[in-house]
């Protein structure tokens, strides 16, 4: 079944404590993006990839990082959470060339930062 | 700038009846139109899109939205809602310009009363 596998999706930590949520799709998409959602705010992009080795800062990169070093991998890296991360954050993907226009979602990972 | 608006926090309908959840946006061009629908503990799904051609499109779930240039709308409408469509959702704009932008609106929390 052609998806994106978002884990954990459920993760209480502290702040300060470094995590990695990693998010991994199986349609050979060349384009991958983090999400975080938050009422009233609707989903803001974070970072984007758009192929091996090439990413991108989003509307709200500040606190996160990312890696692509295979293409069907994106995981998303909090170095030192902080409260204010305290989100539902959304990987998608999607391929790239004419026609292609609709993103992928995972199921989304919920993250509580205490 | 891109932009899209949700001004809606919540539609509350009874099943049966016809349903609107609203959406306006502001970009350049001849912009890309998606809903998305998300239920919980879930990821979004597609619901339907409008690149070009007939203002009217269908998606899926019985769900459809008309594209209005002149009112920069894309309302999404169901001739006869169901409990079941209760869910969050959310209007997404992306300018065809190459980038693979996609700006989301704030989410409409539909609510469908037997």
């Known amino acids: 079944e052609a998806q994106v596998t978002q884990n954990p999706r459920y993760l209480i930590t502290v702040t300060g404590k470094k995590l990695t949520v990693t998010c991994s799709q199986n349609?050979?998409?060349?384009?991958m993006s983090w999400y975080r959602q938050d009422p009233g705010l609707g989903l803001r992009q974070i970072y984007y990839s758009m192929n091996v080795e090439v990413t991108d800062k989003g509307d709200v990169p500040e606190g996160y990082k990312v890696s692509r070093k295979e293409k069907r991998n994106f995981p998303l890296i909090l170095e030192s959470p902080s409260p204010n991360q305290t989100s539902l954050y959304f990987c998608?993907?999607?391929?790239?060339?004419?026609?292609?226009?609709?993103?992928?979602f995972g199921a989304g990972s919920r993250l509580t930062v205490l | 700038a891109q932009s899209v608006a949700q001004p809606e926090d919540q539609v509350n309908v009874a099943e049966g009846n016809p349903l609107t959840v609203k959406c306006t946006y502001s970009v350049s061009g001849n912009p890309y139109l998606f809903w998305y629908v998300q239920y919980p503990n879930r990821g979004l799904q597609f619901l339907l899109k409008y690149i070009t051609g007939d203002n009217l499109v269908k998606g899926s779930y019985g769900f459809e939205a008309e594209f209005n240039k002149s009112q920069t709308s894309f309302h999404l409408k169901k001739p006869s809602a169901l409990v079941s469509d209760s869910a969050l959702y959310f209007c997404?704009?992306?300018?065809?310009?190459?980038?693979?932008?996609?700006?989301f609106g704030t989410g409409t929390r539909l609510k469908v009363l037997a």
């Open positions: 998608a993907s999607l391929p790239i060339g004419p026609g292609a226009n609709v993103l992928t």
């Open positions: 349609m050979n998409h060349e384009y």
């Open positions: 997404a704009v992306r300018a065809p310009s190459g980038t693979y932008k996609y700006i």
